[in-house]
């Protein structure tokens, strides 16, 4: 069984806007609607469930999985003070189910496709953990507290990480728990693998996938989902 865990409980600062950031419009439907409906299509997972502030758990119910009808949505969860613990509590309601592979994808990545989620399924399936990633383009540059540059980094070897994020479920429940004893908090759930030591693989990701956390970005979305849904089938 493969199960999803769409993390939606930030805040959302940067976006400068009352409402938070998985609510905001996209096209006239909230921008998590947009991300689960993905996932509902990828014949391959099974479940999924969604983290939501502990103070949006009724608004997301009735104004998001309703509405849309979300069958594979079984879980509404509420999330923890850092997105690592939001996803604990995500991965202790799944222990009983025992899936075979956990992914992880941000609920404002709304352009993920069908196709990228079922490379990343079979990559963990076969290294234990996957995730997407696009290799830096520009140039990178360790800058101090003052704003000066420290040294320029060789983006030869760095990659920029997107979701979503896929493990085989014991190992990612190994690293929560052994994280969790040594008080370690990474920014992502593979940096927690990494963590134990276990090798996690890279997949090219697509430069479209592209994370909504901004006014800007939001505007960047509404220009590309019209050309995004003119190239489907």
């Known amino acids: 069984m493969v199960a999803a865990i769409i993390p939606a409980a930030g ?3 940067r976006m400068q806007s009352q409402i938070p950031k998985p609510y905001l419009l996209l096209a006239g439907k909230p921008i998590l609607a947009h991300t689960l409906e993905v996932f509902e299509a990828v014949r391959e997972i099974q479940e999924i469930t969604v983290v939501a502030h502990p103070d949006d758990l009724e608004y997301c119910r ?3 999985i309703a509405p849309h009808g979300f069958k594979k949505v079984l879980r509404l969860v509420p999330g923890g003070k850092e997105r690592q613990d939001s996803v604990y509590h995500a991965l202790k309601t799944l222990q009983q189910e ?3 592979i956990i992914l992880v994808h941000d609920g404002v990545r709304p352009f993920i496709t069908p196709e990228y989620i079922r490379r990343v399924i079979k990559a963990a399936r076969r290294h234990g953990g996957a995730v997407m990633g696009l290799p830096a383009q520009d140039t990178l540059k360790r800058v101090n507290s003052q704003g000066e540059v420290i040294h320029t980094l060789d983006r030869k070897d ?3 990480i997107q979701t979503p994020q896929g493990f085989q479920a014991d190992l990612l429940w190994r690293a929560f728990v052994e994280a969790y004893s040594r008080n370690f908090y990474g920014t992502d759930e593979a940096s927690l693998v990494e963590e134990m030591g276990q090798p996690v693989v890279v997949i090219p990701g697509d430069p479209c996938n592209i994370k ?3 006014p ?3 505007q960047l979305a509404e220009a590309l989902l019209p050309w995004l849904r003119s190239r489907q089938p």
């Open 216 to 218: 800007e970005d939001l």
């Open 11 to 13: 805040v959302g600062v």
């Open 158 to 160: 760095i990659w920029q």
């Open 98 to 100: 025992e899936p075979e």
């Open 62 to 64: 009735e104004e998001v």
């Open 212 to 214: 909504i956390t901004t």
